[in-house]
């Protein structure tokens, strides 16, 4: 199965997976899924992730999903795709959207790899706006 747009479908299996209520999605590997993966399970919004290499012809990822525990509620309220490959959508240091005033996340493509908006302004990079998470 090709998908002209990998990112997004990690994104969809991630929010599915929430709003099925699952614990645990598998993701096909790629090295942008692997660090937004990073990124994600850094800022606490997944609770753990396994890289498998050998599985399949790519390798997969195995996220465990976190939850409240009292309300039962997605640690991620939101994800979504900026950039597609249709419309792609760069942003300068200064253009860098700010997620729900800094409490969410924007992650950007730049010349030293997927970071977040707050990294990319520290280092004052400009570059592909991938996706958001709050």
Same mark, same amino acid.
């Given at each position: 199965?090709?998908? +002209?747009?990998?990112?997004?479908?990690?994104? @969809? $299996?991630? !929010?599915?997976?929430?709003m099925?209520g699952h !614990?645990m999605?598998e993701?096909?590997? +790629? /090295? %942008? &899924?692997?660090?937004?993966?990073?990124i994600? #399970? =850094?800022? /606490? #919004?997944i609770f753990?992730?396994k890289v498998? =290499?050998e599985?399949?012809?790519?390798?997969t990822?195995k996220i465990?999903?976190?939850?409240?525990? &009292? @309300?039962? =509620?997605?640690a991620i $309220?939101e994800l979504?795709?900026i950039s !597609?490959?249709g419309? $792609? &959508? #760069?942003a300068?240091?200064?253009?860098?959207? $700010? %997620?729900?005033n800094?409490l969410g996340i924007?992650?950007v +493509? @730049? +010349?030293? /790899?997927?970071? @977040?908006?707050k990294e990319a302004?520290?280092?004052?990079?400009g570059? =592909?706006?991938v996706? #958001?998470?709050?």
């Amino acid at each position: 199965m090709t998908h +002209s747009d990998p990112i997004a479908d990690y994104l @969809t $299996r991630l !929010r599915n997976a929430q709003m099925a209520g699952h !614990r645990m999605v598998e993701i096909p590997l +790629s /090295g %942008i &899924k692997k660090t937004i993966t990073e990124i994600l #399970y =850094e800022h /606490g #919004y997944i609770f753990r992730y396994k890289v498998e =290499e050998e599985m399949g012809p790519q390798g997969t990822i195995k996220i465990a999903l976190k939850y409240d525990k &009292k @309300t039962k =509620e997605p640690a991620i $309220r939101e994800l979504g795709r900026i950039s !597609r490959p249709g419309l $792609r &959508k #760069y942003a300068k240091v200064d253009e860098i959207p $700010r %997620i729900i005033n800094g409490l969410g996340i924007c992650l950007v +493509s @730049t +010349s030293e /790899g997927v970071i @977040t908006d707050k990294e990319a302004r520290a280092k004052k990079l400009g570059g =592909e706006l991938v996706c #958001y998470i709050f």
